[in-house]
């Protein structure tokens, strides 16, 4: 069975930075895509960031030069690294591949 696990969401002040970490069980991560989402209240799901099973990446362009993916075949995990936080990063953190999404990891940039 595949799950995904979430971690590493917090309190933080604009400018400050986060890593989100994904864990997997029941698949490697890195035979797949896995992507970043999130959902901020009142909004739908955003797409944020993906790396492929090829090990290339892509980033929606509100969080390209501060948000990094980045996946360690040796744990299974695929990390969100966030720098210069501001508060419209607010939001519920997803990972996810195919049909199986994480339980979500709250990220809130507050001053």
């Known amino acids: 069975q595949v799950h995904f696990v979430e971690s590493g969401g917090g309190l933080v002040q604009p400018g400050e930075s986060l890593r989100l970490s994904c864990v997997a069980s029941?698949?490697?991560?890195?035979?797949?895509?896995v992507r970043w989402y999130r959902q901020a209240p009142g909004n739908e799901r955003a797409f944020v960031a993906v790396i492929r099973r090829s090990g290339s990446t892509d980033y929606v362009d509100s969080v390209k030069g501060r948000f990094s993916i980045s996946r360690d075949s040796a744990k299974n995990t695929v990390d969100l690294q966030m720098h210069s936080l501001k508060a419209e990063d607010t939001a519920v953190y997803y990972c996810?591949?195919?049909?199986?999404w994480g339980q979500g990891t709250q990220v809130t940039v507050a001053s």
């Open positions: 996810m591949s195919g049909s199986f």
């Open positions: 029941g698949i490697s991560l890195s035979n797949i895509d």
